[in-house]
């Protein structure tokens, strides 16, 4: 998978793992997609999928610690966290819109939620992803969470007054938060991002102020490919060295087949 | 779906639905592996997989109260429930074998234990589908799904000694109650059965003394049909009237994309 | 049950099982408190008590798709909605109060708990019912029972100002929402509706545009039925075919004997 | 309320009160139902009901420290301790039957179960009271709870082999543990124990050995007193100083009137 | 401990038990911080540590019944709360601010929260105490625990605009509300507070509306006492009569001893 | 605190960390009490208190896959788990003992249970350790974290007939699974290691057969020595590269002051 591995290979691998269609992604910071979903979007944008970020805020106040004591202006910090965010993006073949609502605190409003619906009419994501509900450490999260779900929510009513067509029931997932059993992340759906991990891996790398975290979430993938294996039914045929991302899925999976 | 509506047009139905492999069923008593688990069974065996129940016991004390009361002896009922019970398994296209363990209570033992291990070594399961873990109604439903547990994970080790190869790692689903929010069951899972309900209430109405749940568990299919499109992503091409099983995953799904 | 059974029947029924006074119902939508305690509000008229609704919305975005797709207005579609609730309520004789405050979102303000204050003051319920704290599904229904939970409470400090006397402590019920374990719903009161099941019909039926779901409710109310049976004490003397609503009480019960 | 007052204001009282039917307390040790279950004991025994106590062990080894501190015999302690839980027992009007299973450690088996199994066919109780299942603190608390549980299950049965008619189900109470919040204990039932009061507090003078005890349950009856109070819905009248005893009831109350 | 038992004696017991550094107690009302927090004040003042309470309000509307019913004004009402507040915190070496912010509904907002920011990075406390995040009997007690939580994660960010340094990462212990089982209050911390529980008491009566809380939380402390001592490991020095605050540890305990 | 750093050094930090006396870990499986309390083990003997292991089996079963695969018999791989054990806790300066009572699966009994008391009576733990009480891969774990903790409740009662006297009440707690969110092992303690890291690593090293845990169990420390850092209060003072072992509390602490 590294990069002299050429392109030429994994393409079929992603084909054959079916994405199914465009994905969208509700961050509360620039960073938080890269670490916690960079892999479910590379292996959208792969697939050929539309893969979409909203940012809704650059993380400017709360995850920036090196920047502010290095004298930075706000407006220079967020130019910078953008730039890197646009940059990771692009390394995962992912779309990315920042609504610059500020950090920390992350305040609700019903004005973001409305910008959030009209997202969602307007990509008709076929998965969405977002922040867990709980997070002692930072009330952002479930902030960008609770907003999130409920713009999925409005966004399926047809009298709700917005662009598009009503949204289907796309499923939600709640995707790995720092501390997981703090924020009573319970993990029920691994991932195998092996195909796309080199991908994951070089956005993370455009993220240069938190260098200590590429390694970090490195480990967290080969961790999370160990479980998965550990867990995987005999039939499924799985890398040697597998790579996942963990991720809590928040309405009942529908199916035709129990696997 | 009737044996009229000719066989040509479900079975494509049902192979597009990909059962993946064998399915093992552990029941408390006969009776239960219908109601709970006959659609999996169904279609598993429709998809031309093999589908093997288990049942603990017959359900000879404590599920047959109407052939108590008409005065049939122990005997007399036990032959009765095993009568029925493979009729039901024979439309259902699945494997039935008694332990004949008793029931009220179903006494855990070691060696039944290690009976369940020697069917999961000698089935190899893709699936195993058992009891909730909690039933304040019916202390042998946890009972069962105890030992059913228990087996699967000693028969994943290379050192225990029994004939047959350590097993895999098959995901486990605990099927629906009868009262599930009294059961702690959260269905998590939707499985679709349209293409084999029509088996599935042929196989219930081999359970003659207990005829008012034919329509009880008619309806019940019906309504989690309900949430099953509810809750469906808006690719999925649905039957216009779903009928359904609700499930509760125990281990993590592994995946290779988010659906 | 039926209109020809005669109306002195009944009433000696709904005597003999005592409401204990004024109930109050806070709703987010026109439509909630027929389905959910249709049949709480007809035992408690029938018993000679007051009864009465606060609908916070009439549902016209979020509960009104087939209205928006035949093209009305915002105006006529909230016509439609409080004229159908007006009739629903008149069969189980509440009275019934539109707060017109939006719905899909149904947003939280001080302004409309205080205007729940003011109602808990003038009616001095003896029980309230709202609903659950937690639904994945729609986000106005905890909304709701956010804003009434508070009210409640406020009502009861002699500070507040506003009219009348504190609030006594009331108990409060949880009514049952459309998909009860999703939304963490697991029942411990199961209310016998039976002598007042004709009346929540004839409610249902007043809500035209939601026809599918009359028979799903008369179902639920069914299923509650066999529940209740199932689960009741050997003294308690029951109908043949009971009919039931489910809750989930929020405080400890208080009593001056176990049954 | 003591005896001095007089038998004629208190009759009327406990009659007001209303007890259902017999009552049945399964307890892991003599001493416990006096402590958790003393006042519901003598309330039906005062209201004419027959009030049963099946204690399985005299908490010999693990409740009597004092007494092996003493220097007693295995055997004196036992019998000292079934004196005082008769004694007990008669103040409380409550029949006491003891299994003399042994505790410390209290072991579950068939046989113990199928002796509950026949006191509840033979009681045929309104009302079953027992431990909690957790209790980090005395393993045979959950112990002599999961046998009492299961028993009440198998006396419904008909096809169970034990004299008698099948039980039908009459509702569980859990009661209060030593530390409350450590067994997940969290009152549903508060119970006004106010009439009864004076011959719990007989029945606890009558454990010599805990003297220390009788005043901790004084004070935590008066605790839950100010509970009731507190939670009392405004149209219940209660005594001025209210004393009551805590449960957690463990199936649906199924009832006729919201209250 | 009495008064009579001289300064000398307390004052090494407080030294010994060693408190880290500056407490802040973050209250809803005026009286919380006593009942529920007044011994590790004391503990923390005794230890020459500074101890700092925030009243977000008086408990004018809904903590002051008894002068509501005097006829008192509102001004009034406030006057005299914070009166008897001041001098509570004199007894307890405590300093006190008022954010007069009303109650009855206590409303989050982000001045608010700012303003507890501010004195988070003022203070400097090495432990934080505030109310538990559930109370269905008081709205106001989680709202504040919501923007004292907020308001310690802000002080943390070095990009927040506030004077001071970023905080640090002092543990966060919630004190314990009136009816602990209802608001999900499971004691993890027992801190013995015998040394200075004099001075509790003393600044109990301050707070002369409210005598019948004197006693009740002189008990509640006596009874966490008793609980503390069994709970308590072998080596551990006890104080006979041993009197005990309960809290729950929000996040990880780090530690170099397990104890 | 690699071995060049001399023993001088490291020993002043132990002392400093104060283990308060005996140690004892039960643990289902030789292995087990190196990777998941071996820091705490080697505190403790450090510290120059006695650190006792009891392993239940030798996990010759269901943890020496490799070994069967390369055709050992059984008596010759107890043999070397047993060995390899006794050196790792030889590398720890612990004890250990050997119940030989077969793994996979470990069956509860008294006699078990019994040998358990009366370790407990012999060795007089300040602390015990042992497994959580759920664990879906693994039932000897739950199983042996129940026999050991109701060993210690037995222990503590004067009446139970074992040697010694009555132990106190040490603290539990339950120490790292391997898949701890699916275990419901949520961290409350985190112990610092860092003094003992090495000894940890040698003993990890001592166990040959599992090569690649050896790692994985270096970056899980290194990972708790993260949040450990991310949890501390500022008053801690803590090694640049902290290494943990993370831990659940059991019963409450029990505290002089809070930190």
């Not at 084909?15 to 292996?43: C, E």
């Not at 967020?78 to 646009?86: F, H, V």
């Not at 992803?129 to 709980?134: D, K, N, V």
Request: proline share 7%; aromatic share 6%.
């Amino acid at each position: 998978m590294s990069e002299s591995s050429g392109s030429s290979e994994p393409a079929p691998a992603v084909a054959a793992s079916g994405a199914t269609g465009p994905l969208l992604v509700v961050s509360a910071h620039a960073g938080d997609f890269v670490w916690r979903a960079g892999g479910a979007l590379a292996l959208t944008a792969a697939a050929g999928h539309r893969a979409k970020v909203v940012c809704l805020s650059f993380g400017e106040r709360g995850e920036s610690a090196a920047a502010w004591r290095e004298g930075r202006s706000l407006a220079e910090i967020k130019a910078l966290r953008r730039d890197e965010a646009e940059r990771a993006a692009g390394e995962l073949g992912a779309e990315i819109e920042f609504f610059d609502a500020g950090d920390y605190p992350l305040i609700e409003t019903p004005e973001l939620t409305d910008r959030l619906v009209r997202v969602h009419r307007e990509v008709e994501p076929a998965v969405v992803l977002t922040h867990t509900l709980a997070d002692p450490y930072n009330g952002d999260h479930p902030a960008a969470a609770r907003m999130a779900l409920q713009a999925r929510i409005l966004a399926q009513a047809v009298g709700y007054d917005a662009p598009g067509d009503p949204l289907g029931a796309p499923p939600v997932f709640l995707f790995e938060p720092h501390q997981p059993e703090q924020c009573d992340f319970k993990p029920d759906t691994l991932l195998d991002i092996s195909p796309v991990f080199d991908r994951k891996r070089k956005a993370m790398e455009c993220l240069r102020a938190q260098q200590h975290m590429w390694d970090y979430y490195t480990d967290l993938a080969r961790r999370r490919g160990v479980q998965l294996k550990r867990n995987a039914g005999p039939n499924l045929g799985l890398h040697h060295s597998c790579m996942a991302e963990a991720y809590v899925r928040l309405y009942p999976q529908t199916t035709a087949v129990l696997a």
